[in-house]
């Protein structure tokens, strides 16, 4: 009876777990970013820009990767693509451990960010398909904000000399588990809406671009700061157990922001949380300014950076439905893993080189205008949305595509 049916992504809860965790893995070296770049730092002695260049392997090779996805995307076989990623990706880890070259580390934290470019591509598609997608889109930032939290906090309690192993083992030890639930749950590829039909590419570039300017400053701007939190804080006089521990709190705390994005999903717009969340997270980089003027950075380093995780949390899931909704096809939301991730390998290098001329200071101050550059594209891309949700909606003769 179930013969020749082709499952959608989302439709059991076990095809969506599985997705869920498989993407958040997939991502899992942005999402232990200040750690990998602080055991790279402590054992291999490199200068900031080779510290920056090879945080950002695994992101560029995400970037590559997912950019040719709306090519693939809706072609390809899910489920052999999917289990055959996971599988490179345990192996490809593995074969990190102690290697200390820098040319050989370069070229094999690429190959791994090329193969998980691969799943994440697959798991971004299926999350975000179907009418549920804005409660999928928050699921996933809990299920990462969850392996984030984990990750800093163990990883930041091993010793000096065995940190940068230990980051590539707990990718390993994640990835097992990861795919004995993908040979029982992993979907294979969704059919495309009947909608799909209906997309005019055309009249979707200026809102294209506003989101793709949007995502990728924010995410410049995360690669940037967000990699070396570690630093401010311990500029400030945290010890580094002081720093993983505060991270971690953070990360768990934003799950309030992941849950309250996944609970509401769009019933609050889409310009009211982008403000709350612009206003929070440039704060948030103004206080860490003065991180060491507090009577207690200690504490100001917990309730900052807790902030700035809660609205990043909490506004991921928008950016995300954003550029879904902009695409019935599903293929448009590929780009948004490119934009990301390919910001998001420059931004390590560009935080290098402004911690270099100018300091911490300096890496702090470009991220508060980041961000504002960030929301201002986001905010333009949900008025020509609403605009042309409005133009839809309104009566009078339809044309038909061509």
């Known amino acids: 009876m179930q013969q020749g049916r082709r499952v959608r992504p989302v439709d059991t809860p076990g095809a969506l777990w599985t997705l869920l965790l498989a993407t958040s893995i997939n991502e899992a070296m942005l999402l232990i970013l200040p750690s990998f770049v602080g055991a790279l730092t402590d ?23 997912t950019a040719t996805g709306p090519f693939w995307l809706r072609r390809a076989p899910w489920r052999p693509l999917g289990i055959g ?8 880890n593995l074969a990190c451990l102690g290697v200390h070259s820098f040319g050989a580390l370069v070229a094999l934290r690429l190959l791994c960010g090329a193969v998980s470019g691969v799943g994440f591509a697959i798991g971004l598609a299926g999350v975000l398909e179907g009418k549920h997608a804005d409660r999928n889109a928050g699921l996933l930032l809990v299920v ?20 940068l192993d230990s980051v590539y083992l707990f990718i390993a030890v994640w990835l097992v588990p990861c795919l004995v639930l993908a040979l029982r749950y992993y979907p294979d590829r969704a059919e495309v809406p009947a909608s799909a039909g209906e997309f005019h590419w055309r009249q979707a570039v200026p809102r294209a671009l506003a989101l793709l300017v949007g995502a990728g400053v924010y995410f410049l701007m995360i690669g940037g700061v967000w990699g070396y939190l570690e630093g401010v804080a311990r500029s400030a006089g ?18 309030l922001g992941a849950g309250l994005a996944a609970g509401l999903g ?18 948030s980089l103004y206080l860490l300014l003065r991180l060491g003027e507090f009577r207690s950075p200690v504490i100001a380093f ?14 991921i899931p928008y950016f995300m439905v954003m550029f879904a909704e902009l695409d019935p096809s599903g293929r448009f939301i590929a780009l948004y893993g490119t934009v990301t991730h390919l910001t998001l390998a420059i931004g390590p290098y560009m935080g290098a080189f402004l911690i270099r001329g100018g300091g911490l200071q300096a890496l702090l101050r470009a991220g508060i205008l980041l961000v504002a550059v960030c ?11 609403a605009r042309q949700r409005r ?8 044309v038909e595509a061509a």
């Open 238 to 255: 945290l010890t580094l157990a002081q720093t993983g521990q505060a991270l971690s709190v953070g990360l768990i705390v934003s799950l």
């Open 43 to 65: 054992e291999l002695h490199l200068s900031e820009t080779d510290i920056g260049l090879l945080a950002s392997m695994d992101l560029l090779g995400i970037a590559l990767v």
């Open 375 to 385: 929301y201002g594209a986001f905010l333009c891309a949900a008025w020509l949305g």
């Open 85 to 92: 990623a996971l599988l490179l990706f345990l192996v490809l």
């Open 302 to 315: 917990f309730v900052i950076n807790a902030a700035f995780q809660i609205a990043w949390s909490y506004v």
């Open 144 to 163: 990462q904000v969850i392996f984030s939290a984990i990750g800093l906090y163990v990883l930041d309690a091993v010793e000096p000399g065995w940190r």
């Open 391 to 398: 133009g839809a909606a309104a009566p009078g003769p339809r």
């Open 266 to 283: 769009l019933r609050l717009g889409r310009a009211g949380p982008l403000l709350v969340s612009a206003l929070v997270q440039a704060s």
